[in-house]
């Protein structure tokens, strides 16, 4: 697992019990996800399939420094499928894991489009990489 942001949680990020709520933490782990699936693919057309059970097994609290952990699991044609773990990066002790996240590969025009991708790369997008705006 590769772990490649780190969060450190605010007051801002606290439900009315003192720790992290769930809904601040499923963010970050979707914008992380996504960022991830973007580098993999190539491609900055992609977007949430699908994702499955959610397991909250410990909290954060305020001070906390967390880490987000994402790796592929699956490409599919023209999606990939990655897994995720939160942990606490000073315990190690897990946070929260999901199993399934799965990803689309678009096209300019909003429609799934093979990505030709079959294993992890390490390759990085430049700014040239990106769509130009035609506005």
């Known amino acids: 697992m590769n ?3 780190r969060k450190w949680v605010k007051p801002e990020d606290l439900n009315p019990n003192g720790t992290l709520f769930g809904g601040r933490l499923l963010s970050w782990i979707d914008e992380e996800a996504v960022i991830y699936a973007i580098v993999q693919l190539g491609n ?6 699908f994702i499955s059970e959610i397991n909250f097994v410990s909290s954060a609290k305020q001070g906390d420094i ?3 952990g994402i790796t592929a699991t699956h490409f599919g044609r023209t999606s990939i499928t990655l897994t995720c773990e939160v942990r606490n990066k000073i315990t190690r002790k ?3 894991s999901i199993d399934k996240m799965v990803f689309v590969n678009l096209n300019e025009n909003g429609v799934p489009t093979p ?3 079959k294993e992890i790369t390490y390759a990085y997008m430049s700014i040239n990489d990106l769509p130009k705006d035609k506005s």
Request: charged letters at 15%.
């Open 3 to 5: 772990f490649h942001t």
């Open 44 to 49: 900055p057309h992609v977007v949430t399939k």
């Open 94 to 96: 897990t946070i929260l």
């Open 115 to 117: 990505h030709g991708k």
């Open 66 to 68: 967390i880490e987000l």
